[in-house]
């Protein structure tokens, strides 16, 4: 997945797969990259050393390794005698929070000195964790089984962990202002990320667009804005500065045809879910097991030297700031007894027969960051039931500066893959809409 005549090469763009994946997932924003600027000046490179289940050994795992491919590749690319001069990065999935990680790395080791950074783009990329928010069993389920089953990577996804020395989840330092992550992001000229407004089972709308709301739970109550300049038919892009907005009209309820019509429409699918999901828990929990031993191994092998890569050259100070970081390790400590999901609406208050001190300590809790928090939300659109350490994750990203394009894929069912064609189907068209709009408006 490289571009030829490299010796002419100027720019050097970086793609990093998701979760399970490898650069051939990325082969289509390859291609279309390379077809839109065909001079030789670009050259794109899809780095191969965290491919497959070796994401599972955590994202300052995979960034590290990947760092050093991108170092090596500069340095085989200078010798092939390219004269390098800018360089960009787009991530998929979880390969935008790995890209993330590098972009810290690479900025605090001197790299964007000599490379001027371009280009910053992620697809589906859960900035802000895979973590279920609400109260219920279900969520807490779901997020106890995701952390654990997916070695590091899963609990840096589901916000369990507590990264080294900071005392918050690894995904907050890179949302910290005071970091080296988000000083080298600023750094790029332009900054932007797709994410499915439906049917992104992965990824949710919320968590890849960096955002306090969701306007996309019922379709039929809001009017899509999609971006101009886009050929009617394959219209996908909505417009970022007012993607949505809500019926002036009162909807008329579905008859009972036209329930049953759209219920009938997924019954395959779901029928085929009853017979394999049993079958598919149980060797996906039986493999898990077994990688996430494996990751452990890898990562004991990563942390002492022995896996082919120097790793004390990337454990600079990620924090410029420490009072800063005393002072937020300080809060992680004080607010431990205080991160339940922030009710959405807010609760309404507790009968004095049923409130106990703790209940009553709690609720003030989720009322004050539930005032905190409606400050923030200008739109009419209800604040989601995040927690602390999401809303401070989307106010560090919103100081970057990033363009946030909502992609509205509704011809299939599964949208992550569709968002960068991960394989070449006739049902992607609409993805191919969304990656042509990223090259055209890639800057070389």
Same mark, same amino acid.
């Given at each position: 997945?490289?571009?030829?005549?490299?010796?002419?090469?100027?720019? $050097?763009?970086?793609?990093?797969?998701? =979760?399970?994946?490898?650069?051939?997932?990325?082969?289509?924003? %390859?291609?279309? @990259? +390379?077809?839109?600027?065909p001079s030789g000046e670009l050259y794109v490179f899809a780095p191969n050393s965290n491919a497959e289940y070796l994401t599972y050994d955590g994202i300052e795992t995979g960034a590290e390794r990947v760092t050093h491919e991108i170092e090596a590749k500069i340095a085989e690319l200078t010798e092939a005698g390219a004269k390098l001069k800018k360089i960009s990065i787009a991530g998929y999935s979880l390969g935008?929070?790995?890209?993330?990680?590098?972009?810290?790395?690479?900025?605090?080791?001197?790299v964007f000195d000599s490379l001027e950074p371009t280009n910053f783009t992620t697809f589906a990329t859960p900035h802000l964790g895979t973590r279920a928010h609400g109260t219920g069993y279900g969520?807490?389920?779901?997020?106890?089984?995701?952390?654990?089953? $997916?070695?590091?990577?899963?609990?840096? =996804?589901?916000?369990?962990?507590?990264?080294?020395?900071?005392? %918050?989840?690894? @995904? +907050?330092?890179?949302?910290?202002?005071?970091?080296?992550?988000?000083?080298?992001?600023?750094?790029?000229?332009?900054?932007?990320?797709?994410?499915?407004?439906?049917?992104?089972?992965?990824?949710?709308?919320?968590?890849?667009?960096?955002t306090r709301v969701d306007p996309f739970v019922d379709l039929d109550a809001v009017d899509l804005h999609y971006l101009e300049g886009q050929v009617p038919e394959e219209e996908v892009i909505l417009d970022p500065e007012?993607?949505?907005?809500?019926?002036?009209?009162?909807?008329?309820?579905?008859?009972?045809?036209?329930?049953?019509?759209?219920?009938?429409?997924?019954?395959?699918?779901?029928?085929?879910l009853t017979v394999l999901l049993p079958i598919g828990a149980t060797f996906f929990l039986v493999n898990?097991?077994?990688?996430?031993?494996?990751?452990?191994?890898?990562?004991?092998?990563?942390?002492?030297? %022995?896996?082919?890569?120097?790793?004390?050259?990337?454990?600079?100070?990620?924090?410029?700031?420490?009072?800063?970081?005393?002072?937020?390790?300080?809060?992680?400590?004080?607010?431990?007894?205080?991160?339940?999901?922030?009710?959405?609406?807010?609760?309404?208050?507790?009968?004095?027969?049923?409130s106990a001190s703790s209940s009553s300590t709690q609720l003030a809790s989720e009322k004050n960051?539930?005032?905190q928090q409606s400050k923030k939300n200008h739109s009419s659109w209800p604040?989601?039931?995040?927690?602390?350490?999401?809303?401070?994750?989307?106010d560090g990203l919103?100081?970057?500066g990033l363009i946030r394009y909502p992609c509205h894929i509704d011809q299939v069912r599964h949208t992550h893959a569709a968002i960068v064609v991960r394989s070449e189907r006739s049902s992607y068209p609409q993805g191919r809409a969304v990656v042509q709009h990223w090259a055209s408006n890639f800057i070389l």
């Open positions: 997945m490289e571009a030829s005549n490299s010796d002419k090469a100027t720019h $050097l763009c970086i793609l990093t797969h998701g =979760m399970w994946g490898k650069p051939l997932h990325l082969k289509h924003l %390859k291609e279309t @990259l +390379s077809k839109q600027y935008g929070l790995v890209a993330r990680y590098v972009v810290g790395l690479l900025h605090k080791n001197g969520g807490a389920f779901w997020n106890n089984l995701g952390a654990k089953t $997916l070695s590091a990577s899963g609990a840096q =996804m589901f916000l369990a962990d507590s990264f080294r020395d900071t005392g %918050k989840p690894l @995904l +907050s330092t890179l949302a910290d202002p005071n970091s080296i992550f988000i000083q080298g992001l600023r750094r790029f000229k332009r900054k932007s990320v797709y994410a499915n407004t439906l049917n992104d089972r992965s990824v949710p709308y919320y968590t890849a667009c960096i007012s993607p949505v907005t809500a019926k002036k009209t009162p909807q008329t309820a579905l008859t009972l045809y036209q329930r049953s019509s759209r219920s009938l429409t997924n019954v395959p699918f779901y029928a085929l898990s097991g077994i990688q996430s031993f494996r990751s452990a191994a890898r990562m004991k092998l990563h942390e002492e030297g %022995k896996a082919g890569i120097t790793t004390h050259k990337y454990r600079m100070p990620l924090l410029e700031d420490a009072r800063a970081m005393q002072e937020r390790v300080y809060e992680q400590l004080n607010n431990n007894q205080q991160e339940e999901y922030l009710p959405t609406p807010p609760p309404e208050p507790a009968s004095s027969s049923s960051l539930a005032r604040t989601l039931a995040l927690n602390n350490d999401q809303f401070a994750m989307i919103d100081s970057v």
